[in-house]
T-cell receptor
Framework: DQQVKQNSPSLSVQEGRISILNCDYT??????FLWYKKYPAEGPTFLIS?????DKNEDGRFTVFLNKSAKHLSLHIVPSQPGDSAVYFC????????????FGKGTLLTVNP | GAGVSQSPSNKVTEKGKDVELRCDPI?????LYWYRQSLGQGLEFLIY????????KSGLPSDRFSAERTGGSVSTLTIQRTQQEDSAVYLC?????????????FGSGTQLSVL
């Protein structure tokens, strides 16, 4: 069973517009959520995270929103740039085993110039 | 180098052979993780080492998989009697260790292909 779901395998946006990547989870024990970005032939790199005690975290062009009641989080990138084109993974960890991340399948974002 | 180093970057093997994958974590990082990503799937947790504590092996898919970490630094993931379903990218990560919700630094992975 997939505890972290990214239902959109791909997303294409125009440069300068907003990119919204979505993620749903089923495990109510998850209390920390992260987004990783992955370029081809490279390992994932940490992008942004959010604790379950918050509903929003912002870092420059990147904002993560958490809706605990809906078990949903989203990553907003504004404005999108061609260099943002990558696979974005949503991940979550549970209290008591915070080192063990559960990842979604990823969403391939393409930002067109 | 400053990052997590994995070798080999690519490994092609025949079904039934044993393989060893190596990971050099960032210097000073006490926590080390192995994940794998099968085609079309997310990253799957395999094993976690933290300092001298007993590793969490709960993610290893079968007893053909084992890992060790010598001297608290380099780690080797061994897959015995490889099967075609073992084909995946095996990713190693490290973190400074000892704190809640630490940032993981990943290597570029080893692409394993079992023919």
């Amino acid at each position: 069973d997939q505890q972290v779901k990214q239902n959109s395998p791909s997303l294409s946006v125009q440069e300068g517009r907003i990119s919204i990547l979505n993620c749903d989870y089923t495990n109510s024990m998850f209390d920390y959520f992260l987004w990783y970005k992955k370029y081809p032939a490279e390992g994932p790199t940490f992008l942004i995270s959010i604790s379950s005690i918050k509903d929003k975290n912002e870092d420059g062009r990147f904002t993560v929103f958490l809706n605990k009641s809906a078990k949903h989080l989203s990553l907003h990138i504004v404005p999108s740039q061609p260099g943002d084109s990558a696979v974005y993974f949503c991940a979550a960890s549970a209290l008591g085993s915070n080192y063990k991340l559960t990842f979604g399948k990823g969403t391939l974002l393409t930002v067109n110039p | 180098g400053a990052g997590v180093s994995q070798s080999p970057s690519n490994k092609v093997t025949e079904k039934g052979k044993d393989v060893e994958l190596r990971c050099d974590p960032i210097s000073g990082h006490t926590a080390l993780y192995w994940y794998r990503q099968s085609l079309g799937q997310g990253l799957e947790f395999l094993i976690y080492f933290q300092g001298n504590s007993a590793p969490d092996k709960s993610g290893l898919p079968s007893d053909r998989f084992s890992a060790e970490r010598t001297g608290g630094s380099v780690s080797t993931l061994t897959i015995q009697r490889t099967q075609q379903e073992d084909s995946a990218v095996y990713l190693c990560a490290s973190s400074s260790g000892g704190r809640t919700n630490e940032k993981l630094f990943f290597g570029s992975g080893t692409q394993l292909s079992v023919l």
